[in-house]
């Protein structure tokens, strides 16, 4: 596998059950993002981590877990969701290097639909 | 806060034809700014990025971007488009330094006719 890879590709879920989205990068990166793509609206970053710590959370429910055990690889734990969060969720990764900016490598997402 | 706006959310051009996507940003320091394509099912790849040096920035597949900062503005344009560039559009800002905070606009799809 190369580049940023996630799964599942496709998750349907009703209301009530947990899930996990599994993101893993093969580009030797330290940082990870979760990103929200849903129909008609930008793209919403959600959470990030820089050397396997959360860094960044953009007031997401807490409904939305994540979890980065190493800096290969991120999960984003579902439990209770909502109709609204059915959306296409994206995971990236980068190389932190202190001030310079490196590009986001982004995986192909996992489309989510809550019944 | 920084923000970014895409003119036009979706852009129909025939083949051959010149393409302009364009979008304006707003930030309160020099920005670092980026256009993003995204294909269908797939995630967003980097088409090129501005990062102070030239403000005629050249990217993949024959596309390019000047920055403007009298115009506050990154338009992306391709001379001649072809079939294969149709996709989805991102244009981002992020604050120099401040590596990890992309800020997206609503993206621009683009059609090509044939």
């Known amino acids: 596998e190369t580049g940023v890879t996630q799964t599942p590709r496709h998750l349907v879920m009703g209301m009530t059950n947990k899930k996990s989205l599994k993101c893993e990068q093969h580009?030797?990166?330290?940082?990870m993002y979760w990103y929200k793509q849903s129909a008609k609206k930008p793209l919403e970053l959600m959470f990030v981590?820089?050397?396997?710590?959360?860094?960044e959370n953009n007031s997401v429910p807490s409904r939305f877990s994540p979890e980065c055990p190493n800096s290969s690889h991120l999960f984003l734990h579902l439990h209770t969701l909502q109709p609204e969060d059915s959306a296409l969720y994206l995971c990236?990764?980068?190389?932190?290097?202190?001030?310079?900016?490196?590009?986001?490598?982004f995986g192909p997402g996992t489309r989510l639909t809550v019944l | 806060a920084q923000s970014v706006t895409q003119l036009g959310s979706h852009v129909s051009v025939s083949e051959g034809a010149l393409v302009l996507l364009r979008c304006n940003y707003s930030?309160?320091?020099?920005?670092?700014l980026f256009w993003y394509v995204q294909y269908p099912n797939q995630g967003l790849q980097l088409l090129l990025k501005?990062?102070?040096?030239?403000?005629l920035v050249k990217g993949i597949n024959g596309f390019e971007a000047e920055f403007k900062k009298s115009e506050t503005s990154f338009h992306l344009t391709k001379p001649s488009a072809h079939m294969s560039d149709a996709a989805e559009y991102f244009c981002?800002?992020?604050?120099?330094?401040?590596?990890?905070?992309?800020?997206f606009g609503q993206g621009t799809r683009l059609t090509i006719n044939p």
């Open positions: 580009l030797g990166h330290n940082a």
């Open positions: 990236a990764s980068s190389h932190e290097a202190g001030e310079t900016y490196n590009e986001q490598f």
């Open positions: 981590y820089s050397l396997e710590e959360r860094v």
């Open positions: 930030s309160s320091v020099p920005p670092y």
């Open positions: 981002a800002v992020s604050p120099t330094g401040g590596a990890q905070k992309l800020v």
């Open positions: 501005y990062t102070s040096a030239a403000t």
